[in-house]
């Protein structure tokens, strides 16, 4: 049975699954968006046209690739599975042949960075596997600064701890690091429903804006604030001075303007900044 055209729909996903006699990895959290109208949404939150370079993690069968190509931005699409490479290529190989798409076999974890990004700025919009999506979004903020915009489809779950203020019940540690380098809020939602198959949690959209001079820092900065973040989020029902414990005393706590007997889901990232300048500075001066 031969594919029948390039619209985003569940029949239209099916008929490439069963024309290259391909199904759903669960290893790999493949579920593949079948919504024409999820991807409008998606192409119009990222605010993306033909003066922008894109990258998308995981095009899986293209429904977003075919919607970021009919903008005129180039695209670079990263899909790790080999065997869905041909059946993405039916869907979308006609945006290579234009120049607009350039598709890589290969783990975004293990890419030649440089050579993909060159001298641009970048947005990533994506539907990133839920297995990978937070450590990729903050490794990927940390390594590379030229990725400036995102609007990323992550579970429910994880977007909620994203984007979480102080005092929240799902603040922790992906919500200060993210806010070390960037603004970021959800901006949608994402029923079970608009994926083949459908998964067992709802999805959210997240926007993530790089903050100007975010990597300007020096390098000791983000390293020690992180130690510092998961170290005492590791013990978080602890009072600071408890859980921190051989990286911070009560002294440095007061010193930057913290109670040593504050929890960590209390302190925003200012508190963090202020101690890890405290610790530094402090170390700075025994050596």
Known sequence: MAPSGRGVSRTRIRELLEAHDLGPSRALGQNFLCDQGMVDKIVRLAGVGTDDHVLEIGPGLGSLTEGLCATGARVVAVEIDRHLIPALTDQVGHHEESGRLTIINADVRELDWPSVLGDHRWAVVANLPYNIATPLI?????????????????????????????????????????????????????????????????????????????????????????????????????????????????????????????????????HWLRLTATVADEASGRT
């Not at 915009?149 to 994880?158: I, N």
């Not at 459908?198 to 001079?213: A, H, M, T």
């Not at 900065?221 to 590791?234: H, I, K, N, Q, Y």
């Not at 010193?255 to 209390?266: L, V």
């Open 138 to 270: 903050l490794d990927l903020l940390a390594e590379q600064p030229q990725l400036e915009r995102w609007v990323v489809m992550v579970q429910r779950e994880a977007g909620e701890r994203l984007v979480s203020d102080p005092g929240s019940r799902t603040y922790g540690i992906p919500s200060v690091l993210l806010a070390y380098w960037a603004d970021a809020r959800i901006v949608g939602s994402v029923p079970a429903e608009l994926f083949l198959p459908k998964p067992n949690v709802e999805s959210v959209l997240v926007e993530i804006r790089r903050r100007p001079g975010a990597a300007d820092a020096p390098d000791y900065e983000f390293a020690l604030l992180s130690r510092l973040v998961r170290t005492a989020f590791g013990q978080r029902r602890k009072m600071l001075r408890k859980s921190l414990a051989g990286m911070a005393d009560g002294d440095q706590l007061e010193t930057a303007g913290i109670d040593p007997t504050r929890r960590p889901e209390e302190l925003g990232l200012e």
